[in-house]
T-cell receptor
Framework: SQKIEQNSEALNIQEGKTATLTCNYT??????LQWYRQDPGRGPVFLLL?????KEKRKERLKVTFDTTLKQSLFHITASQPADSATYLC????????????FGKGTTLSVSS | GAVVSQHPSWVICKSGTSVKIECRSL??????MFWYRQFPKQSLMLMAT?????????EQGVEKDKFLINHASLTLSTLTVTSAHPEDSSFYIC?????????????FGPGTRLTVL
């Protein structure tokens, strides 16, 4: 069966450390993988997109890797801050125009000062 | 990125009444819009996909007669929850995407909190 799993429901880290979130998938062939941030009571906000032929993408303190052999994406936030506390969702895009992204359940990150 | 608005942001209604939620793309021609619902601490659950000017495609298990979707223009989609019951209480989120290409992000609205008494 098809599955998309994010490693843990919750991750607690200290301010200044690097947060690493994992997204694994089974029986999908995503052409793209995206990461979103969702704050309580709000809609998700797009962060980064990585293509299947890209290994790594960076944006400011964010880094995403994509390993199609392992069927895994890692999402890193370096020098984390309390303001980074939120739920982070990974989403698969199989590359068909007009279709919805497939979301994982999310990992709730808490950064303490 | 593009801006998607939803109205209302929250609504409380009595059981048996119908509720309409509007989703507008403010600076973007949304050929495709999606409606999701989300329960507390759960993932986004896709309810339906709508393309402008055509009937919505509903996901398995979603009652199309209960959740009426209309996508009459490139900037407006509406979701009507008919004869709402307490189990319909949830967070409803719409999103828009350029349906003509693949690989683009989805732009989400801020969500609507529905509480059915």
């Amino acid at each position: 069966s098809q599955k998309i799993e994010q490693n843990s429901e919750a991750l607690n880290i200290q301010e200044g450390k690097t947060a690493t979130l994992t997204c694994n998938y089974t029986n999908y062939s995503p052409a793209y993988l995206q990461w979103y941030r969702q704050d309580p009571g709000r809609g998700p906000v797009f962060l980064l997109l990585i293509r299947e032929n890209e290994k790594e993408k960076r944006k400011e303190r964010l880094k995403v890797t994509f390993d199609t052999t392992l069927k895994q994406s890692l999402f890193h936030i370096t020098a984390s801050q309390p303001a980074d506390s939120a739920t982070y969702l990974c989403a698969l895009d199989e590359g068909q125009a007009g279709t919805a992204l497939i979301f994982g359940k999310g990992t709730t990150l808490s950064v303490s000062s | 990125g593009a801006v998607v608005s939803q109205h209302p942001s929250w609504v409380i209604c009595k059981s048996g009444t119908s509720v309409k939620i509007e989703c507008r793309s403010l600076d973007f021609q949304a050929t495709t819009m999606f409606w999701y619902r989300q329960f507390p601490k759960q993932s986004l659950m896709l309810m339906a996909t709508s393309n402008e000017g055509s009937k919505a495609t509903y996901e398995q298990g979603v009652e199309k007669d209960k959740f009426l979707i209309n996508h009459a223009s490139l900037t407006l989609s509406t979701l009507t929850v008919t004869s709402a019951h307490p189990e319909d209480s949830s967070f409803y989120i719409c999103s828009a995407r350029d349906g003509r290409t693949s690989g683009g992000e989805q732009f989400f609205g801020p969500g609507t909190r529905l509480t059915v008494l």
